[in-house]
T-cell receptor
Framework: DSGVTQTPKHLITATGQRVTLRCSPRSGDLSVYWYQQSLDQGLQFLIQYYNGEERAKGNILERFSAQQFPDLHSELNLSSLELGDSALYFC????????????FGPGTRLTVL | AQTVTQSQPEMSVQEAETVTLSCTYDTSESDYYLFWYKQPPSRQMILVIRQEAYKQQNATENRFSVNFQKAAKSFSLKISDSQLGDAAMYFCAYRMRDDKIIFGKGTRLHILP
Protein backbone atom coordinates (compact mmCIF):
# COMPACT_ATOMS: atom_id res chain seq x y z
CA ASP A 1 0.00 0.00 0.00
CA SER A 2 1.61 3.25 -1.19
CA GLY A 3 -0.56 5.52 0.95
CA VAL A 4 -2.07 7.16 -2.13
CA THR A 5 -5.77 6.52 -2.57
CA GLN A 6 -7.82 6.84 -5.72
CA THR A 7 -11.54 6.63 -6.18
CA PRO A 8 -13.36 5.09 -7.83
CA LYS A 9 -11.50 1.91 -8.75
CA HIS A 10 -13.60 1.33 -11.82
CA LEU A 11 -15.78 3.63 -13.85
CA ILE A 12 -17.94 2.74 -16.81
CA THR A 13 -19.62 5.51 -18.72
CA ALA A 14 -20.82 6.49 -22.16
CA THR A 15 -19.34 8.69 -24.84
CA GLY A 16 -20.04 12.36 -24.36
CA GLN A 17 -20.28 12.09 -20.59
CA ARG A 18 -18.19 13.77 -17.91
CA VAL A 19 -16.47 12.06 -14.99
CA THR A 20 -14.36 13.08 -12.02
CA LEU A 21 -11.50 11.02 -10.66
CA ARG A 22 -10.29 11.68 -7.17
CA CYS A 23 -6.88 11.28 -5.59
CA SER A 24 -5.68 11.68 -2.02
CA PRO A 25 -1.90 11.93 -1.72
CA ARG A 26 0.23 10.44 1.03
CA SER A 27 0.23 12.38 4.23
CA GLY A 28 2.80 15.17 3.93
CA ASP A 29 3.19 15.00 0.16
CA LEU A 30 2.62 18.33 -1.56
CA SER A 31 2.90 17.27 -5.18
CA VAL A 32 0.29 15.32 -7.10
CA TYR A 33 0.76 13.91 -10.59
CA TRP A 34 -1.76 12.45 -12.99
CA TYR A 35 -0.92 9.83 -15.63
CA GLN A 36 -2.90 8.04 -18.28
CA GLN A 37 -1.99 4.49 -19.23
CA SER A 38 -3.62 3.15 -22.36
CA LEU A 39 -2.71 0.10 -24.40
CA ASP A 40 -1.50 1.95 -27.47
CA GLN A 41 0.01 5.05 -25.85
CA GLY A 42 1.80 3.60 -22.86
CA LEU A 43 2.13 5.75 -19.76
CA GLN A 44 1.56 9.44 -20.42
CA PHE A 45 2.20 12.25 -17.97
CA LEU A 46 -0.79 14.54 -17.86
CA ILE A 47 -0.27 17.20 -15.22
CA GLN A 48 1.38 18.01 -11.91
CA TYR A 49 0.19 20.16 -9.03
CA TYR A 50 2.28 21.40 -6.16
CA ASN A 51 0.60 22.77 -3.05
CA GLY A 52 -2.49 23.81 -4.97
CA GLU A 53 -0.81 25.26 -8.03
CA GLU A 54 -0.19 23.79 -11.44
CA ARG A 55 3.52 23.11 -11.86
CA ALA A 56 3.97 21.07 -15.02
CA LYS A 57 1.76 20.13 -17.91
CA GLY A 58 2.17 17.17 -20.20
CA ASN A 59 -0.02 15.68 -22.88
CA ILE A 60 -3.31 16.68 -21.33
CA LEU A 61 -6.24 17.24 -23.66
CA GLU A 62 -8.27 20.43 -23.47
CA ARG A 63 -11.29 18.29 -22.55
CA PHE A 64 -9.43 17.28 -19.38
CA SER A 65 -8.80 19.49 -16.40
CA ALA A 66 -7.48 19.04 -12.91
CA GLN A 67 -7.13 20.88 -9.66
CA GLN A 68 -5.60 20.44 -6.26
CA PHE A 69 -7.59 21.56 -3.26
CA PRO A 70 -6.40 23.19 -0.01
CA ASP A 71 -6.45 19.81 1.74
CA LEU A 72 -4.10 18.65 -1.08
CA HIS A 73 -6.42 16.11 -2.60
CA SER A 74 -6.75 16.36 -6.35
CA GLU A 75 -9.43 15.77 -8.93
CA LEU A 76 -9.09 15.02 -12.61
CA ASN A 77 -12.11 15.98 -14.68
CA LEU A 78 -12.66 14.33 -18.03
CA SER A 79 -15.42 15.70 -20.24
CA SER A 80 -16.95 14.96 -23.63
CA LEU A 81 -15.58 11.47 -23.24
CA GLU A 82 -14.54 9.48 -26.29
CA LEU A 83 -13.88 5.78 -26.73
CA GLY A 84 -10.16 6.51 -26.87
CA ASP A 85 -10.23 7.93 -23.35
CA SER A 86 -10.66 4.42 -21.97
CA ALA A 87 -7.53 3.84 -19.92
CA LEU A 88 -6.07 3.37 -16.49
CA TYR A 89 -5.58 6.73 -14.79
CA PHE A 90 -2.92 6.89 -12.13
CA CYS A 91 -2.33 9.48 -9.50
CA UNK A 92 1.04 9.75 -7.80
CA UNK A 93 2.37 11.95 -5.04
CA UNK A 94 5.75 13.05 -3.81
CA UNK A 95 7.10 15.27 -1.08
CA UNK A 96 8.19 17.97 -3.47
CA UNK A 97 9.90 17.78 -6.84
CA UNK A 98 9.59 14.96 -9.32
CA UNK A 99 13.07 13.68 -8.55
CA UNK A 100 11.76 12.66 -5.18
CA UNK A 101 10.22 9.22 -5.19
CA UNK A 102 6.71 9.25 -6.53
CA UNK A 103 4.25 6.95 -4.84
CA PHE A 104 1.56 5.71 -7.16
CA GLY A 105 -2.03 5.02 -6.31
CA PRO A 106 -3.79 1.85 -7.50
CA GLY A 107 -5.35 3.65 -10.46
CA THR A 108 -8.86 4.20 -11.75
CA ARG A 109 -9.93 2.04 -14.66
CA LEU A 110 -12.12 4.11 -16.97
CA THR A 111 -14.16 2.39 -19.64
CA VAL A 112 -16.02 4.52 -22.15
CA LEU A 113 -18.69 2.66 -24.10
CA ALA B 1 11.99 17.02 -27.90
CA GLN B 2 12.90 14.58 -25.21
CA THR B 3 12.17 10.93 -25.94
CA VAL B 4 12.69 7.67 -24.11
CA THR B 5 13.15 4.46 -26.07
CA GLN B 6 12.97 0.92 -24.79
CA SER B 7 13.91 -1.25 -27.71
CA GLN B 8 12.96 -4.58 -26.15
CA PRO B 9 9.18 -5.05 -25.93
CA GLU B 10 9.63 -8.42 -24.20
CA MET B 11 12.42 -10.38 -22.59
CA SER B 12 12.77 -13.68 -20.81
CA VAL B 13 15.33 -14.83 -18.31
CA GLN B 14 15.89 -18.02 -16.39
CA GLU B 15 15.33 -17.81 -12.65
CA ALA B 16 18.57 -16.94 -10.79
CA GLU B 17 20.18 -15.58 -13.97
CA THR B 18 21.02 -11.98 -14.81
CA VAL B 19 19.15 -9.87 -17.31
CA THR B 20 19.71 -6.36 -18.67
CA LEU B 21 16.93 -4.11 -19.92
CA SER B 22 17.87 -1.33 -22.31
CA CYS B 23 16.80 2.28 -22.31
CA THR B 24 18.03 5.20 -24.37
CA TYR B 25 16.87 8.76 -24.22
CA ASP B 26 17.29 11.94 -26.14
CA THR B 27 17.71 15.29 -24.45
CA SER B 28 19.50 18.59 -24.70
CA GLU B 29 19.40 19.13 -20.95
CA SER B 30 22.44 18.53 -18.80
CA ASP B 31 20.68 18.12 -15.47
CA TYR B 32 17.94 15.54 -15.19
CA TYR B 33 16.83 12.39 -13.43
CA LEU B 34 16.24 8.90 -14.74
CA PHE B 35 14.07 6.21 -13.22
CA TRP B 36 13.13 2.59 -13.63
CA TYR B 37 9.63 1.63 -12.57
CA LYS B 38 8.18 -1.83 -12.24
CA GLN B 39 4.54 -2.65 -12.92
CA PRO B 40 3.56 -6.17 -11.85
CA PRO B 41 0.26 -7.78 -12.87
CA SER B 42 -1.41 -5.92 -10.00
CA ARG B 43 -0.79 -2.76 -12.10
CA GLN B 44 0.76 -0.97 -9.13
CA MET B 45 3.67 1.26 -10.25
CA ILE B 46 6.73 0.73 -8.07
CA LEU B 47 9.98 2.68 -8.20
CA VAL B 48 12.90 0.33 -8.71
CA ILE B 49 15.86 2.69 -8.95
CA ARG B 50 16.73 6.33 -9.58
CA GLN B 51 19.79 8.00 -11.10
CA GLU B 52 20.81 11.65 -10.94
CA ALA B 53 22.50 12.72 -14.17
CA TYR B 54 25.15 14.73 -12.34
CA LYS B 55 26.32 11.64 -10.47
CA GLN B 56 28.87 9.53 -12.29
CA GLN B 57 28.44 6.58 -9.97
CA ASN B 58 25.85 4.07 -11.09
CA ALA B 59 22.92 3.60 -8.74
CA THR B 60 22.33 0.23 -7.09
CA GLU B 61 19.48 -1.14 -5.03
CA ASN B 62 20.11 -4.67 -3.83
CA ARG B 63 19.81 -6.93 -6.91
CA PHE B 64 19.06 -3.99 -9.19
CA SER B 65 21.73 -1.79 -10.70
CA VAL B 66 22.01 0.58 -13.62
CA ASN B 67 24.62 1.24 -16.25
CA PHE B 68 24.35 4.97 -16.86
CA GLN B 69 26.27 6.23 -19.86
CA LYS B 70 25.56 9.96 -20.03
CA ALA B 71 27.44 10.66 -23.24
CA ALA B 72 25.69 7.78 -24.99
CA LYS B 73 22.36 8.72 -23.35
CA SER B 74 21.90 5.17 -22.22
CA PHE B 75 20.38 3.94 -18.96
CA SER B 76 20.13 0.17 -18.73
CA LEU B 77 18.80 -1.82 -15.81
CA LYS B 78 20.53 -4.98 -14.66
CA ILE B 79 18.64 -7.47 -12.53
CA SER B 80 20.84 -10.05 -10.85
CA ASP B 81 19.69 -13.37 -9.43
CA SER B 82 16.30 -13.00 -11.10
CA GLN B 83 13.33 -14.12 -9.04
CA LEU B 84 9.81 -15.08 -10.02
CA GLY B 85 8.56 -11.92 -8.34
CA ASP B 86 10.57 -9.83 -10.78
CA ALA B 87 8.16 -10.72 -13.57
CA ALA B 88 6.57 -7.43 -14.56
CA MET B 89 6.48 -4.60 -17.03
CA TYR B 90 9.48 -2.33 -16.58
CA PHE B 91 9.35 1.31 -17.58
CA CYS B 92 12.25 3.65 -18.03
CA ALA B 93 11.42 7.30 -17.30
CA TYR B 94 13.11 10.66 -17.72
CA ARG B 95 12.33 13.69 -15.60
CA MET B 96 12.84 17.02 -17.30
CA ARG B 97 13.97 20.21 -15.61
CA ASP B 98 10.40 21.52 -15.53
CA ASP B 99 9.24 18.33 -13.78
CA LYS B 100 7.54 16.79 -16.80
CA ILE B 101 8.17 13.09 -16.94
CA ILE B 102 8.44 10.96 -20.05
CA PHE B 103 8.08 7.19 -19.96
CA GLY B 104 9.29 4.60 -22.42
CA LYS B 105 6.85 2.09 -23.87
CA GLY B 106 8.00 -0.57 -21.44
CA THR B 107 9.66 -3.98 -21.50
CA ARG B 108 7.72 -7.02 -20.36
CA LEU B 109 10.00 -9.31 -18.40
CA HIS B 110 9.20 -13.01 -18.06
CA ILE B 111 11.00 -15.15 -15.49
CA LEU B 112 11.34 -18.80 -16.47
CA PRO B 113 11.38 -21.28 -13.57
Amino acid sequence: DSGVTQTPKHLITATGQRVTLRCSPRSGDLSVYWYQQSLDQGLQFLIQYYNGEERAKGNILERFSAQQFPDLHSELNLSSLELGDSALYFCASSVDRAYNEQFFGPGTRLTVL
Amino acid sequence: AQTVTQSQPEMSVQEAETVTLSCTYDTSESDYYLFWYKQPPSRQMILVIRQEAYKQQNATENRFSVNFQKAAKSFSLKISDSQLGDAAMYFCAYRMRDDKIIFGKGTRLHILP
